[in-house]
């Protein structure tokens, strides 16, 4: 099983941008299109088969990955998690600040939604205006009335002025675990990792394209998806410990571009393969390429790869290379789901 480049899953959603990923992955671009989901075997929250990604010759991943689950995942990852890829790699850009809003956590998922995941995120800033702000989590201690009475107010200026703040530059990376309430200034792109779900539990939602009253609470009602926030404090340095600063990301060869955190979750790994190549041992990944053109070498052949092409690694093509060609550089990101013998995530 050889690589595969796989075609653009960009589709419309409640919120502006989309632009920066046409540029990147040479279409279709914004302006209702935010997202991209890559190499997903995820339908979004009562709309599948939409999110669900296909291969060049038309197939759904999710089908062919459940066809042969140990070509695709690996036997020890299939022993360990079985058929599910456990993870959702997304493009986000945002022509308008994410509404706040949170994910719930793997044990409200099993209780209210029978489903063996939650939400838990992390972002790896591939753009970011200067003094571009995220929210994560609130900054002192509040009660779920009090959040409640927020959302039933619609007042999001209460809302937005209750999250701890920090300022995002390209090349940082941040865990968000599932439960924080949080948002994303206007004009960030990231590239996502998170658990393989659609749950989304809305705050606010003023001035965006959906009704939060009917949408914002999967189905649950607003009594019920309150329980999944986490009201305790974020201070600062909880938000240092959720961060990886660029400073410790960048670099030739391949270096981890989330927190050590994230590891129970998903995986990360930042290339620079413009002086050398750079190994990476078998197992299910997106290859994303930022920059540069090269060439994904395989036991089996060999693959050229250029700037915003999405690359879909299957376990059986067995450990790889990437390389520059010629003069030019060779940047990305590996992406992966947690190691068959990663911790196990927090209940």
């Given at each position: 099983m050889m690589p595969v480049v796989l075609p653009v899953n960009q589709f419309d959603h409640f919120y502006r941008g989309g632009d920066r990923i046409g540029a990147l992955r040479h279409g279709p671009g914004g302006p209702q299109r935010p997202e991209e989901w890559i190499g997903s075997t995820t339908a979004r929250f009562g709309q599948a088969p939409q999110g669900f990604s296909r291969l060049p010759d038309g197939r759904l991943l999710i089908e062919a990955v459940e066809a042969d689950p140990h070509a695709w995942l690996g036997p020890d990852h299939v022993a360990r998690y079985g058929t599910s890829t456990e993870v959702l790699i997304k493009l986000l850009d945002l022509d308008q600040r994410l509404p706040v809003h949170l994910h719930p956590d793997r044990e409200f998922s099993r209780t209210h939604l029978g489903l063996a995941h939650g939400k838990t995120e992390a972002w790896y800033v591939l753009d970011a205006p200067e003094g571009g702000e995220v929210g994560v989590g609130f900054a002192e201690p509040v009660s779920r009335a009090q959040v409640a009475a927020w959302v039933d107010a619609e007042d999001s200026e209460a809302l937005l002025g209750a999250l701890r703040r920090r300022v995002v530059r390209p090349g940082d990376a941040m865990l968000v675990?599932?439960?924080?309430?949080?948002?994303?200034?206007?004009?960030?792109?990231v590239l996502e990792l998170q658990e393989p779900t659609d749950l989304s539990i809305l705050l606010e939602?003023?001035?965006?394209?959906?009704?939060?009253r009917k949408d914002g609470h999967l189905d649950l009602g607003f009594d019920t998806v309150l329980q999944a926030v986490d009201l305790a404090a974020v201070s600062e340095s909880d938000l240092d410990r959720l961060v990886l600063p660029r400073e410790q990301i960048e670099g030739e060869g391949l270096h981890s571009a989330m927190p050590e955190q994230a590891d129970a979750y998903f995986r990360a790994h930042r290339f620079d393969a413009s002086a050398e190549p750079v190994a990476?041992?078998?197992g299910f990944a997106i290859v994303l390429v930022l920059s540069g053109r090269g060439v994904l070498t395989t036991q089996d052949g060999s693959l050229e790869v250029a700037s915003g092409d999405a690359v879909l690694i299957p376990y059986a093509s067995g450990d790889y290379t990437l390389h520059a060609r010629g003069a030019a550089d060779l940047v990305g990101v590996v992406c992966r789901p947690p190691a068959p013998d990663a911790p196990p995530a927090p209940r």
């Open positions: 675990p599932a439960g924080l309430p949080h948002t994303v200034a206007a004009g960030v792109f939602w003023q001035g965006f394209a959906v009704d939060g990476v041992e078998a």
